[in-house]
């Protein structure tokens, strides 16, 4: 999934047919591996010294099927609880594939009534990601400024891009072996060598996005040994990866209509339009002069598309590309739009790409014929111009990817005693038919759903409905009542939107939320 998540198939059979390996409930196969406890100590990071954090190295094996062989160093981050009684260790992945989840174990704090006090948050940096050891990277520089433009309408277009996709995929080889154990079943066997290093016989889990299916995979292979679980923002196992990808664009391109339906609700504030399609028919006009004259030199049409995807993603951000929007148009200022695309995009840090590719490519195999590709994507492109040529471009090395392509776990829930799942069903990163087939897969599940809401992982940012009950889940193990049918289980109203100062509802004090910025950064990136 583009930048989730971070949001794929093998030619001849649709990405959605997915073979069972192995059978629910069944542990994977290899030898067993037995780490040592992790040695705690001062963690480097500012926030989680704040926070009383411990920090430690898990050596696990590359390749599980060699626990004897060469080994990757797992970052780890530990808050430990403050109640007289624990309930165990709570595992946190933001997901990506390729989110760094080493300060994740200060989420605790922000679940309310303290009832995460009496867990052990556990942060940690999957294999290949941020600080593990070794860290991905292929070429730090794929990020740059005034690319080629994404929409391939010229055969040179499409080449340029076909070579970058498969100049990065070929430069992605020189991380060696470790690229052949990166799949999700590869990190989940990961958190099982973590609750074993940690004493446990059974690990709670909260994933967001991608870390949702990390989940899945994990409680399919290892049942017995979960918890509780909260699974917010679901992927569809069903359509791991391809699939998942086009669904993604046409969500996304009904997203960034809302957010344009906002700005001109606000068209005394920002000045681009009364209307929706005025907004829109304004963004597209600038996006094309970019392609002729790059604002600043730096930001060009697919910078401005990297930019404004974000809106379609999350609210928290609506005021700031507003602004940045506005500022460009009336103002000619390109130094805010540069601003928000290298906090996007990061040029010269390419880990979280690398490591996204490195677990879609090698989870299942990808369509191998760009010709169905190219189809797929121009006739998805006819009705949702926003963002699927970004996004095509964004999972092309998986045409060209080095390492042998997995197949996918058959995900089953049913020996899994309990699930929270949490979605609002307006969600384009993981459109909300993934929550309601992962209920359907978990019959002991609940799944609260925010009708109307867009905004993608969001829980514990501040909307009590959701957080009140996530609370009372992590306290007490109560699940809301679960409900016939395969709808959701109850509902709650997603937060507000936005209201930008300077508008005459901001005046009343009404508006959106403040999301903490140190949880909002975890969970946005990459």
Known sequence: MNKLFSAIATAGVLAGCLVAVPSAGAAPAVPDFQPAPIAWG???????????????????????????????????????????????????????????????????????????????????????????????SCDPNYFGYNRPNYVPTTPQLEQTWLASSKAY???????????????????????????????????????FSYGTYLGQVYSTLYPQRVRRMVLDSNVDPRKVWYRANLDQDVAFDRNIKIYFDWVAKYDDVYHLGTSG?????????????????????VIGPDEWSDIFLQAGYYRFGWEDMAKAFSGWVHNGDWQTLKALYDDTDTPGDDNGFAVYNAVQCSDTQWPPSWQRWKTDNWATYLRAPFETWGNAWYNAPCLFWPAKPGKPVRIDGTH????????????????????????????????????GGTTHADSLSGDSCVDDQV????????????????????????????????????????????????????????
């Open 277 to 297: 399609d005025a907004v829109e028919q304004l963004w597209y006009s600038e996006q094309k002069k970019l392609s002729a004259q790059p604002a600043g030199g």
């Open 169 to 207: 995929a070929t430069a992605c080889a020189k991380n060696g072996a470790l690229l052949e154990h990166m799949k999700t079943t590869d990190v989940a066997k990961d958190m099982e060598s973590l609750r074993k290093a940690l004493g446990q016989q059974q690990i709670n889990y909260y994933g």
């Open 416 to 451: 899994v005693t309990s699930a929270l799942l949490i979605d609002e069903e307006l969600d384009a990163a993981t459109p909300f038919a993934g929550s309601l087939e992962v209920r359907k897969r978990y019959p002991h599940s609940s799944l609260i759903s925010e009708p």
């Open 471 to 526: 609370a009372d889940y992590l306290a007490t193990g109560k699940l809301p009542a679960r409900k016939p049918g395969n709808g959701p289980d109850t509902t709650c109203a997603p937060l507000p939107d936005p209201v930008p100062a300077g508008a005459a509802a901001a005046k009343s004090g009404t508006g959106a939320a403040k999301v903490p910025s140190e949880l909002r950064q975890a969970l946005t990136r990459p």
């Open 42 to 136: 001062a963690c480097s990071s500012a926030s989680l010294q704040k926070a009383g954090a411990q920090c430690g190295f898990l050596d696990v094996p590359m390749d599980y099927g060699d626990p004897g062989g060469a080994k990757v160093s797992l970052a780890v981050s530990r808050v430990q609880h403050t109640t007289a009684q624990s309930q165990g260790v709570m595992l946190v992945n933001p997901g990506g594939p390729g989110g760094s989840g080493l300060g994740l174990s200060v989420l605790g704090r922000y679940v309310p009534n303290h009832a995460g006090d009496s867990y052990d948050w556990i942060g940690f940096d999957p294999r290949g990601v941020g600080s593990s050891k070794p860290a991905l």
